[in-house]
């Protein structure tokens, strides 16, 4: 049987509370149940989780089906990479150490069959948000991290909880593309492509599924939200589309 490639990101899970933030897990375990036959490689690229942090001994509760999940994908031998999000950037060794899954703190440039990926999340790339940008480079300092790390799980989930509620998602904010020149990701592609050549330029991030034509040889794909999209990318050998499932 022919093996894709597939990408997805924005899952959010526990987000906007337990109960749907378990709807969800079920709709991602079918769509990943779904996949499996012809799945070689799997990039879940950021915001799986709407907070995560690893603590050396302990690691948030719940999404236990997904964390089976993946386990037994891995065990048949299906290479999983997880990108670190703007939600889930303290992830750490626990998913490589239980999984076998490999963790992307930034980009990763790939090439399958002659054709050749940028991927990342999408957080901190192109112009302006300096506010958020600075705010990444605090919250990834190792530094940073350690000294949350002394903070006692139990207020220091809180306090990640409790921000994580001031998410778009959490909120309710719609995402609209307007025009090309005003997408930030595609801005940056762009910039990206007076450099060097890429064929596909997918970021996650947005929440808004995407598929744009950036000339005639090189596109970008925005991977959407798992909330009101169910929005992900296949790469079949010879192109990336943009797909739903269960589409309403």
């Known amino acids: 049987m022919k093996k894709n490639i597939y990408f997805a990101s924005d899952f959010h899970l526990g987000a906007p509370n337990h109960a749907e933030s378990r709807k969800r897990e079920d709709r991602i375990l079918r769509w990943l ?5 012809t799945c070689s490689e799997l990039f879940l690229m950021g915001d799986i ?4 942090f690893e603590y050396s001994t302990v690691v948030p509760k719940g999404f236990v089906r997904l964390q089976g999940k993946l386990a037994e994908m891995t065990d048949a031998g299906i290479k999983v990479y ?20 490999e963790i992307v703190s930034d980009e990763l440039i790939i090439e399958r069959e002659g054709k050749r990926f940028f991927l990342h999340h ?4 192109g112009p302006g948000d300096r ?4 705010l990444r480079k605090v919250f990834r300092n190792p ?4 000294l949350f790390g002394l903070v006692p799980p139990r207020i220091g989930l809180g306090i990640a909880n409790w921000w994580s509620g001031s998410s778009r998602l959490a909120n309710s904010k719609e995402e609209i593309f307007s025009d090309v020149e005003h997408e930030w990701l595609a801005v940056y592609a762009k910039e990206m492509l007076l450099k060097v050549h890429f ?13 744009i034509n950036l000339n005639d040889k090189s596109k970008y794909v925005n991977l959407g939200e798992w909330i009101n999209f169910n929005s992900y990318a296949v790469f079949d050998g010879n192109d990336l589309s943009l797909k739903y499932f269960e589409k309403v």
């Open 33 to 37: 149940s779904s996949i499996t036959p």
């Open 49 to 52: 989780f709407d907070f995560w």
């Open 82 to 101: 997880f990108f670190k999000g703007n939600h889930d950037m303290w992830v750490n060794t626990y998913f490589s150490e239980e999984m076998g899954i």
């Open 122 to 125: 999408g957080d901190g790339l």
């Open 131 to 134: 506010k958020y940008k600075f």
């Open 143 to 146: 530094v940073c991290q350690w």
């Open 199 to 211: 064929d596909y330029f997918v970021f996650g991030h947005r929440h808004l599924p995407l598929d």
